[in-house]
């Protein structure tokens, strides 16, 4: 079936089996490291559900590379809630295609449970408002 296809892709490129497989899936990074061509609406898709909360920023949490990023990083910190985050900046298919699919023209995008919850402007509302620790947590 498809999963001994990819398996066996895995195979030759990367020399692991299943168990590599679930380490990768486990680790969230089995779709970023698919040698599989898929289409950019599916891998938009699979990025934003591959966390509960999921921030699409410039740069990393350690080392944010825009302002809005560094202060969005900042208020999360504060709601003491585990994400991930993916840097626009290391794939422009995503930086660009994000922006449509999002319908949402500006980084950073915050998502939780696959949803759009919107970028800076309204992540800080709803923390002013002490409401993001609570929509953080579905």
Known sequence: GLLSIISSGINAEYGGGLD???ELHENGEL???LP??????????NLINSH????FMKGDPSEPRCGFSKTTIGILAQ?????????????NDVRQGLK????????PQLYVNGELIGGLDIIR??????????TLRG
């Open 52 to 55: 509960k909360v999921m921030l």
């Open 31 to 33: 779709i970023t490291t």
């Open 36 to 45: 599989v061509k898929m289409s950019l609406n599916t891998r938009l898709k």
């Open 100 to 107: 449509t699919y999002s319908e949402w023209p500006t980084y």
């Open 125 to 134: 509302e709803l923390h002013e408002a002490g409401e993001l620790a609570e």
């Open 79 to 91: 709601c003491n809630v585990e994400y991930k985050t993916f840097d626009i900046l290391s794939d």
């Open 20 to 22: 590599i497989m679930k």
